[in-house]
């Protein structure tokens, strides 16, 4: 089994927080993609259709130089997410897998003060019929309620690394001591706690902010991962080297 991990495309948040108002925007709760966020997904696509059919040594290929063979495909149920995934899927023509799991760190939320007083926003993020109207090709690894797949509010802290081991469990038990090449889009904050979790790093503590490290992850950068026996290999991480200048984005 191979795992490659990709982040989604530039977000309307990402755009904003590397606008000269920085930090000081007003974040949206499930953004979507910008224009550059959907060329960086496109050349990603492309990128990933590459192949020499007939070709020897696919796994000791670590750098991809003989393509990719992508077999499955995952996405979160965030918009930029979807939206990114759908692009890769229409290119490899592959079927695309929600998996509900896989979503940023904190959830669907919106946080705001008010006289000194956090507020923070109930929200459900996409529907079903948001899904069937907008995304029809999207498969549902489980089926979601009828107002949205999140349930309100903002995440506990510590929840994403339990999160991480279930998508990983979930994908091992679906692929695990197979030749397949598994790619899941998903977000940058949690692409951290999946290394963790894969890598076994600092298990006992949940949030990642009190670490003394952190992994920068580009969008649409592809990392690739392979399960060989009971080893991980970290193969290559934040691979950004198919997109042109102008779209190498955080």
Not at 86 to 115: C, D, K, M, W
Not at 130 to 144: D, E, Q
Not at 222 to 244: A, K
Request: glycine share 8%.
């Amino acid at each position: 089994m191979q795992l490659y991990l990709i982040r989604h495309g530039q977000s309307t948040n990402n755009a904003r927080w590397d606008s000269p108002e920085g930090g000081l925007y007003s974040r949206t709760s499930d953004p979507t993609l910008t224009e550059k966020g959907q060329r960086q997904a496109e050349a990603l696509a492309e990128f990933l259709t590459f192949s020499k059919p007939g070709e020897e040594g696919y796994w000791r290929d670590a750098q991809n130089r003989l393509g990719f063979g992508i077999t499955h495909l995952y996405c979160s149920l965030m918009q930029r997410a979807i939206h990114t995934a759908t692009i890769i899927s229409s290119r490899l023509g592959l079927p695309l897998y929600s998996l509900l799991e896989a979503h940023e760190v904190g959830g669907v939320f919106v946080e705001t003060v008010i006289n000194d007083v956090i507020e923070i926003s109930q929200e459900y993020g996409v529907t079903p019929e948001f899904l069937t109207r907008h995304y029809p090709g999207l498969l549902l690894s489980k089926p979601i309620p009828e107002n949205g797949w999140w349930r309100g509010g903002r995440e506990d802290d510590s929840l994403p690394l339990k999160r991480a081991h279930e998508v990983l469990n979930y994908l091992k038990e679906r692929h695990y001591g197979s030749e397949d090449r598994v790619a899941l889009v998903t977000h940058g904050g949690f692409y951290n706690y999946l290394v963790r979790a894969m890598l076994q790093i600092a298990p006992h503590e949940p949030d990642n902010r009190k670490l003394n490290f952190r992994l920068i992850y580009n969008n649409c950068a592809l990392s690739r991962f392979d399960f060989v026996g009971d080893r991980i290999w970290m193969v290559y991480h934040n691979r950004t080297d198919f997109l042109p200048d102008e779209l190498v984005t955080s």
